[in-house]
């Protein structure tokens, strides 16, 4: 006969883990630490390659509309302005990056403790049902 509570249990268990649990079981393969910091360093060079982009553009604007009037120490303060924001842009940018890497290890966490639970509730009624 069917118990009911099992199969309920079972269908939960089965769309939890197709939905949830697969997006985050990746983070459980690290300590948090490890994860946070892998994500920083990808955010690292990520970052660094779309400012170097987006700098670039920048700086092949203003030499195709003023090239002219360009003297050595206007180019020297362009880099140093263009590095000094790199600074400012890339702290700002790895923030960011290990407060939402930090967000999803620790809701990577709370998915993983949720489905531990559901599975000792389904060994529960598997006792119950033996007994």
């Known amino acids: 006969m069917l118990n009911v509570d099992r199969v309920r249990y079972m269908t939960q268990l089965a769309m939890f883990e197709k939905n949830e649990?697969?997006?985050?079981?990746?983070?459980?393969?690290?300590t948090r630490g490890d994860y946070v910091h892998t994500k920083l360093l990808l955010g690292l060079l990520a970052?660094?390659?779309f400012y170097v982009i987006g700098y670039a553009a920048c700086i092949?604007?203003?030499l195709a509309f003023v090239i002219g009037r360009i003297n050595s120490t206007i180019l020297i303060l362009m880099v140093t302005i263009g590095?000094?924001?790199?600074?400012?842009?890339?702290?700002?940018?790895?923030?960011?990056?290990?407060q939402r890497a930090r967000r999803?290890?620790?809701?990577?966490?709370?998915?993983?403790?949720?489905?531990q639970r559901q599975l000792e509730g389904l060994e529960e009624i598997y006792r119950r049902e033996e007994e």
């Not at 997006?23 to 393969?29: F, H, L, V």
């Not at 999803?104 to 489905?115: I, N, P, Q, S, T």
């Open 83 to 98: 590095l000094l924001v790199y600074l400012v842009f890339i702290y700002i940018y790895l923030h960011r990056v290990g």
């Open 60 to 62: 092949a604007l203003l």
């Open 47 to 49: 970052g660094s390659l």
């Open 104 to 115: 999803r290890y620790d809701k990577g966490l709370e998915v993983m403790a949720h489905f």
């Open 21 to 30: 649990l697969r997006e985050y079981a990746g983070t459980q393969s690290y």
